[in-house]
């Protein structure tokens, strides 16, 4: 009943009291206005309920525990651009830019980012398509297998890895360079996940064979950056199978 001089009181949205409410949240039951529903299964919830419901979804995991985002490889193509870029900056640009990067051991106490820029330095063409190629070769399926975040790990760390090789092994003059380490840590790393599956791993044992060979015959070769970065790649592979077997114990328990 609506007495005289009386008008009709609208309810307004509980986030914009400047705004009518069209519906109410289905979680809170709060009024909110059009610019703050968020389609839900069932009707329209408020930012705060829909947030909340997001959150509260598992996350789909790899089959070696990472976080699945989608089938797009964007850790590799990165990785690839990256060195590709810093290949046309190199071989564009003055000479001191390579000097800056790569790795020469006696510098890396006082210019420590040489152990990951010479990762990604290149002068020789045939250098960069043969690491970019093994790179765009088992990159994709090992950035499945782990999610991008530990497949960004086991590439960095790699990379390090084989730099702390040279580091610590080779001439302190020695300038080195080449994304060979991490391509190896990459190589590696897959050894190790397709022994644990019970995978062919012929390919991947020849390849490694003619890596080392090469490395320990050809003058100018860094083989202790090869060995580094297959010996890192491994561990941490190996580290994230058993992270995985851990989850999956907890699981079931």
Same mark, same amino acid.
């Given at each position: ?144 297998? $782990? *999610? ?5 790990? +086991?590439?960095?760390?790699? #990379?390090?890895? /084989?730099? !702390?090789?040279?580091? %610590? $092994? *080779? ?5 080195? +360079?080449?994304?060979?380490? #991490?391509?190896? /840590?990459? !190589?590696?790393?897959? %050894? ?62």
């Amino acid at each position: 009943m609506t007495g005289e001089g009386h008008g009709v009181i609208e309810t307004v949205c509980y986030r914009h009291p400047d705004r009518p409410a069209g519906v109410r949240c289905q979680r809170c039951d709060k009024p909110i206005c059009p610019a703050c529903m968020n389609s839900a299964a069932v009707g329209f919830q408020c930012p705060s309920c829909f947030n909340e419901g997001v959150k509260s979804i598992p996350r789909t995991r790899t089959s070696l525990g990472g976080v699945a985002r989608g089938n797009t490889p964007i850790v590799t193509f990165t990785m690839l651009a990256l060195n590709v870029l810093v290949f046309i900056v190199v071989r564009t640009g003055s000479p001191r830019v390579v000097n800056d990067l790569v790795l020469v051991p006696v510098l890396v106490d006082t210019e420590p980012w040489r152990l990951l820029t010479s990762a990604y330095t290149h002068v020789q063409i045939f250098h960069i398509f043969s690491n970019l190629f093994m790179l765009y070769v088992v990159g994709p399926p090992l950035e499945q297998m $782990l *999610g991008r975040l530990r497949f960004t790990v +086991l590439y960095v760390l790699s #990379a390090l890895g /084989g730099s !702390v090789a040279v580091w %610590l $092994l *080779g001439s302190p003059i020695s300038a080195t +360079l080449g994304a060979s380490g #991490a391509v190896l /840590g990459l !190589v590696g790393a897959l %050894l190790v996940i397709s022994r644990a599956r019970g995978l062919d791993v012929t390919w991947i044992i020849a390849y490694v064979a003619i890596t080392a060979v090469i490395s320990f015959t050809i003058p100018n070769i860094s083989w202790q950056g090869h060995l580094g970065g297959f010996v890192t790649g491994a561990a941490v592979a190996w580290i994230f199978l058993q992270d995985t077997k851990r989850r999956r114990s907890k699981a079931r328990t």
